[in-house]
Structures are given as C-alpha cells and as structure tokens.
C-alpha cells in the first residue's frame, strides 16, 4: 500500500493531463486548412483558363501604314546640275515635264477628293499651258533638295471653282503635294525663286 502510494507522489511522475486535449482548436485548423486548399484549387483553376491558347482574348490592332505613294504624284528626277558644286540656298528654274504636270494636276484632284469636294481625276484637271513656274533650291545634300510650282489649274465638275493659284512642293525625289492655294499662295514660295523667275508671277493674282 505504501509502494503504490509513493509511485503516485513521486516527483518524476509529470503532471496530469486530460485525454483528448483541447479538441475546438483541432476542429479549427482543419477548417482552415481545407479552406486554404479550396481556394489554391479555384486560383489554379482560373490561372488555367487565363493562360489556355482557347482563352477569349482581345486581338492587338494592326498597326497601320501609310500607303505608298502613287507613281503619278513621283516622277523620275532628272539629275541635278548642282549636284557636284553645291550652294545651299541657292535656287534653280527647272524645266516642266510632262511627268510632272501630270503630277501637279494628279496631287491637286487627290486634295480636293480628300477634302470631300468630288471624285475627279487627274484627267478633270488641267494646268494650261504658259501658267505654270517651276523652280528648285538646293539643300546641303540630295535628300533635302526642294522642289516648288505654282500654276493655275482648271478643274471639271466642281463647283465653285477651287481657288487659283496653286503651290506644289516636293522634297528630294518623294512625291508631289499641292500645299495651299487662292489669294497669297505665293507667298508660301521661297522669296529666292522669284529672282530666277524675273520677278513675282503675275499668276500669283489668281488670274
């Protein structure tokens, strides 16, 4: 009787615990455990949807270029006579080919079709001839030569009239472009011009 008491008095024995142990707090890991595995389930399955090559996407835009310019508004350069011996600045008359205008007359009916005066063509505009002064200035190099015109032109099925005259420029050998035209259009040309056209045109009044 004294042996047992001893074994239960003695100080080895640890202290006493109850079975089970707090059993709430095991009940609620488990729920947060299985609620953390539901949601990683969910992410997954939206990460795969997203990333899958059926997925709904929204197409990328095209990106969008300019359309070449048409033979008709370039015309093949003669070469240049300042080529070689080269004074910035300095302008030049120029000799009007029938390449060019064609061109003149074919920028002028892209601008007014532009600009939602009609459907002409190059062949509803005509720059009679005697009415038209081309000329050129030279830049440092070719690819900054300029190239101008001023003209009257006569155009068919548009009404009123588009105003006269008309200025072209054209820079280096890209394409021909009818910059401004009626009263003052002149006045956009290089002042430098007038000197080998002997003056200002009297066409720059429209008539």
């Known amino acids: 009787m004294l042996d047992v008491d001893a074994q239960r008095l003695s100080p080895t024995d640890g202290p006493a615990y109850r079975r089970g142990g707090d059993q709430s707090g095991d009940q609620r890991r488990t729920v947060l455990i299985a609620g953390a595995f539901a949601l990683a389930i969910v992410v997954g399955v939206v990460i795969g949807l997203v990333t899958a090559p059926g997925a709904a996407t929204t197409p990328a835009a095209a990106p969008t270029t300019a359309a070449p310019p048409s033979a008709e508004l370039q015309p093949a350069l003669d070469p240049s006579t300042w080529e070689n011996n080269r004074h910035p600045g300095t302008a030049h008359q120029m000799r009007v080919r029938e390449s060019d205008r064609r061109a003149f007359s074919a920028s002028l009916a892209y601008a007014l079709r532009e600009s939602g005066a009609g459907t002409m063509t190059t062949a509803d505009v005509v720059i009679p001839q005697g009415k038209l002064f081309y000329g050129a200035v030279e830049g440092r190099d070719s690819t900054v030569d300029e190239y101008w015109a001023v003209g009257l032109a006569q155009v068919a099925g548009v ?33 430098v011009l007038f000197t080998v056209w002997q003056g200002r045109p009297g066409l720059c009044s429209g008539v």
């Open 159 to 191: 009404t009123p009239a588009p105003p006269n005259p008309h200025v072209w420029q054209r820079i280096a050998n890209g394409p021909w472009t009818q910059l401004v035209s009626g009263p003052g259009a002149c006045d956009r040309l290089p002042a």
